[in-house]
């Protein structure tokens, strides 16, 4: 996949390009699936150009799972045929092919489905992170927006995991998910804070977590009173300098050894990574066009 030129959905290209030559410490990976996600489509956009510019033409990409075709020199620990889970950090996973250094790689259980490993990175580690970074103990309540999408359906499940009371804001259609993984959903709009407070066992809110923007932060702060240390946001940074909240993602957690940590957890039934759709490598756009409508249960994953 290619793009030659900032822009929507229509800049996204699939083009034929030569097979990648592993280098000293890199493995070639015959990828079987690849997530995407919100911060690939804001990338492409040129939101971000000036924090993260791109070079054109571009690919994009970071979450993958496949099997090992060749190894580099100076690889140990994988044999071609292996089949492993891991990430890119050069925009490049929405691909037949892609080379990796060895240590962004882990063994893919049997029990992991092709489009689970290959969506599990970046939504898994952001979620990893943000749970992490707010410290919660059993008896906090703590409330998450966007409980339903790629990244809070994985941090409801880590959030009770550590013994919280789970808040879910969502719409009403994700109310029987929520519910059956524990999670109280409270549904976003009107007189949302006092709906929290009364939905939680002690009647405060003692974290939030933000996985959609547009004001769960300043509710936070200034409806909830929740202490700006336990409040962390992936996407409203205009917030983090206003609040002084926390903005723990992926990249806090960007490690081979975190994502063997949640394959592990779904190898053993006690982690679900809904999967809301697959979509061809010929059909990234339509795959993106989906995404960015915000409304999806889970991952959209590529299968090249």
């Known amino acids: 996949m290619r793009f030659d030129s900032y822009g929507g959905v229509d800049v996204l290209e699939v083009r034929d390009v030569p097979r990648p030559v592993p280098g000293a410490g890199e493995v070639l990976v015959e990828v079987r699936a690849a997530g995407i996600n919100p911060s690939e489509a804001v990338l492409r956009a040129g939101v971000l150009a000036d924090q993260f510019p791109t070079t054109f033409p571009s690919g994009q990409g970071s979450d993958l799972a496949g099997v090992v075709a ?70 906090d309540t703590v409330a998450i927006a966007g409980a339903a999408g790629g990244v809070g359906s994985i941090a409801v499940q880590l959030a009770r995991r550590a013994g919280a009371t789970v808040l879910g804001i969502a719409g009403p259609s994700n ?13 976003y709009g009107d007189d949302l804070p006092a709906r929290l407070r009364a939905a939680a066992p002690s009647g405060h809110i003692d974290a939030l977590l933000d996985f959609f923007g547009g004001g ?20 409203d940074f205009a917030a983090v300098a206003r609040f002084g909240v926390q903005s723990a993602g992926g990249a806090d957690a960007a490690t081979a050894a975190v994502v063997a940590e949640l394959a592990d957890l779904v190898a ?7 999967i809301a759709g697959v979509f061809a490598l010929d059909d990234v756009r339509d795959a993106y066009r989906e995404l960015e409508l915000r409304h999806t249960r889970g991952k959209l994953v590529l299968r090249p």
């Open 70 to 139: 060749e190894l580099g020199s100076e690889v140990g620990g994988f044999a071609v045929g292996d089949e492993v889970i891991g990430f890119s950090m050069r925009r490049s996973s929405h691909a037949e092919y892609v080379t990796v250094p060895a240590g962004q790689l882990t063994a893919k259980p049997f029990e992991v489905s092709w489009e689970v490993a290959g969506s599990l990175f970046v939504a898994g580690a952001t979620a990893y992170a943000a749970v992490r970074a707010v410290h919660l103990i059993p008896g």
């Open 175 to 187: 109310d029987a998910w929520l519910a059956d993984h524990g999670v109280v959903p409270v549904n």
């Open 216 to 235: 769960y932060v300043a509710m936070a702060v200034e409806d909830l009173g929740v202490p700006r240390d336990r409040v962390d946001t992936i996407t």
């Open 268 to 274: 053993r039934g006690e982690l679900e990574v809904p």
